[in-house]
């Protein structure tokens, strides 16, 4: 025999499902669609480290990463490759078009990584004002300016300034960077920094 419902019941539940309704609004719970999941757990973030706070630094990216990057709370791009090595990726466009900042320093090989480089790349460190990645093709060059700028402008030793080039992504120009700081090299202070004066140049 099937019991039905009293009519002290069936008010209960009717209140009950109001009481629910009121207190739940579409606010309450994001909605979470396809791509926001497919952003969050997206493997581009997995390429780049964090050297610092707000800084990421790697290697290459294209135009699919930077929903992910923009996602991940980036808004300044910093790029040391020279444009010549993605002929079919306008990056700087692409970039902009994201709704980033977008600098270029382009560094094509060793021959570049003079002091010029170097106070070029800490201005523009000094200057990012908001989460930041720095990147080239691999981080190697990456690594290799924060090495020289930790020898030549902080008056890190080499062993430390190369450290802290790794970090960064310093790998195979770590023999040219050694070279670079065992010459006369630029302990500057902060105003002499600005301008490279009384800095040997070691590029």
């Not at 706070?53 to 990216?61: H, L």
């Not at 991940?72 to 078009?97: C, K, M, W, Y």
């Not at 600098?103 to 003079?114: M, N, Q, R, T, V």
Request: net charge negative; aromatic share 4%; glycine share 10%.
């Amino acid at each position: 025999m099937t019991r039905r419902p009293t009519r002290a019941a069936t008010a209960l539940a009717v209140a009950l499902s109001w009481a629910v309704a009121a207190c739940s609004t579409p606010g309450d719970v994001p909605p979470t669609t396809a791509d926001q999941e497919k952003t969050m757990t997206s493997p581009v973030l997995e390429r780049f480290a964090t050297p610092a706070a707000g800084i990421r630094s790697g290697g290459r990216i294209t135009g699919d990463d930077l929903p992910a990057l923009r996602a991940a709370g980036i808004r300044h791009v910093i790029n040391l490759a020279p444009a010549s090595e993605t002929p079919g990726f306008d990056e700087a466009a692409a970039v902009q078009a994201a709704g980033m900042r977008y600098d270029p320093l382009p560094i094509a090989g060793a021959g570049d990584l003079d002091r010029a480089a170097v106070l070029a790349f800490d201005r523009l460190l000094q200057a990012a004002d908001a989460p930041t990645l720095v990147h080239c093709g691999s981080g190697n060059r990456v690594g290799a300016l924060v090495a020289l700028r930790a020898a030549w402008l902080q008056g890190a030793d080499e062993e430390a300034a190369v450290a802290e080039g790794r970090r960064w992504g310093l790998a195979g120009l770590e023999g040219e960077v050694r070279e670079r700081i065992a010459s006369p090299r630029c302990v500057a202070s902060a105003d002499r920094a600005a301008d490279g004066a009384d800095c040997d140049d070691a590029g």
